[in-house]
């Protein structure tokens, strides 16, 4: 039996509350629906339905399950719709948020181009480092950057964000290069600080574990631009992302040191309210996006950190 079907007639049964209802839309017998949804439930070997002679209820496994399917058939649905002939054209306003730092560098520039290719279209970036509400702000999508929290929102991964530890050759000239973790207690580094001073950690990987280590130096900043300024200027060691000192390493400003001891990356994602129907041209834009970062071309990112800092040595 196919799969898809079986998808779509579990989603259409939890809309409608009956197997009766779900069969008259499709213009089959319920017992044809009873059957898919038995197979469907056979296959995963968990329980999604409780059926009664009056109405069906949404297990616990099967309202988890719902919302995955509702946003796979969505997603088919815009594919279908933006490849086909003659398809249903993107159109209305689209509002976004992204981080303050990396939306004015990766954000903001893919704008144009999207909207040159979907003229009907308007948007409205909001740069803001704070965490905006989706709902509840009218935002379409939001684009962030790590871990996520759990929430109710669906996320989907754009890209890696590798963070790197970096400094100018002058700095490593004077002071020398750390060749161990342990070394970062004897450097000036340039940490992103708090107001609750609770100072972020750097993190690295370790003996295969993943390790955040406190740092500490003279200068700390809320923002990472300015720490990425003084980091140039020769003032200490800075742990930064590739997106903002990509550009550095590649020119000889910076140099990356502590190679061996790089975290996996992170992820870029995008984020966005549980739809039923996510609008085709919040779909197309998020398309847009992980064309754009799912490229090493896009980052000129083909080369490991480690070449490039023997490179600029």
């Given at each position: 039996?196919?799969?898809?079907?079986?998808?779509?007639?579990?989603?259409?049964?939890?809309?409608?509350?009956s197997l009766s209802a779900a069969a008259?839309?499709?213009?089959?017998?319920?017992?044809?629906?009873?059957?898919?949804?038995?197979?469907?439930?056979?296959?995963?070997?968990?329980?999604?339905?409780?059926?009664?002679?009056?109405?069906?209820t949404l297990t616990f496994e099967g309202s988890a399950f719902l919302e995955d399917c509702q946003r796979i058939l969505n997603e088919m649905h815009n594919?279908?719709?933006?490849?086909?002939?003659?398809?249903?054209?993107?159109?209305?306003?689209?509002?976004?948020?992204?981080?303050?730092?990396?939306?004015?560098?990766?954000?903001?520039?893919?704008?144009?181009?999207?909207i040159e290719s979907h003229p009907d279209v308007s948007v409205t970036l909001d740069l803001s480092d704070r965490l905006v509400d989706l709902v509840n702000e009218g935002f379409d999508c939001a684009i962030r950057l790590g871990e996520l929290p759990d929430s109710s929102l669906v996320s989907l991964r754009l890209g890696d964000n590798r963070r790197v530890c970096v400094a100018a050759p002058g700095y490593l000239a004077?002071?020398?290069?750390?060749?161990?973790?342990?070394?970062?207690?004897?450097?000036?580094?340039?940490?992103?600080?708090?107001?609750?001073?609770?100072?972020?950690g750097w993190t690295f990987a370790q003996d295969g574990k993943v390790v955040t280590i406190r740092v500490s130096g003279t200068m700390e900043c809320t923002d990472g631009a300015v720490l990425h300024d003084?980091?140039?200027?020769?003032?200490?060691?800075?742990?930064?992302s590739w997106w903002e000192v990509g550009d550095d390493i590649r020119a000889g400003r910076l140099v990356t040191v502590l190679d061996e001891f790089a975290a996996p990356p992170i992820g870029i994602h995008a984020v966005f309210?549980?739809?039923?129907?996510?609008?085709l041209r919040v779909r197309l834009f998020i398309d847009h996006l992980k064309h754009h970062y799912g490229s090493s071309a896009y980052w000129q990112d083909d080369q490991p950190p480690g070449a490039q800092a023997d490179a600029s040595a």
């Open positions: 039996m196919d799969r898809f079907k079986q998808i779509e007639t579990f989603v259409a049964v939890a809309a409608k509350g008259t839309l499709e213009g089959v017998a319920p017992a044809v629906i009873g059957r898919r949804i038995d197979a469907l439930e056979y296959r995963l070997g968990v329980k999604l339905l409780v059926r009664t002679t009056r109405r069906v594919a279908e719709a933006a490849v086909s002939a003659g398809g249903v054209k993107a159109s209305g306003h689209l509002r976004l948020s992204a981080p303050a730092g990396f939306g004015r560098r990766h954000v903001a520039p893919l704008l144009p181009v999207f004077r002071c020398g290069r750390p060749e161990s973790l342990d070394a970062l207690t004897r450097h000036n580094c340039l940490a992103f600080g708090s107001t609750a001073n609770q100072q972020r003084w980091c140039l200027g020769g003032y200490g060691l800075a742990w930064r309210a549980q739809r039923c129907h996510l609008p």
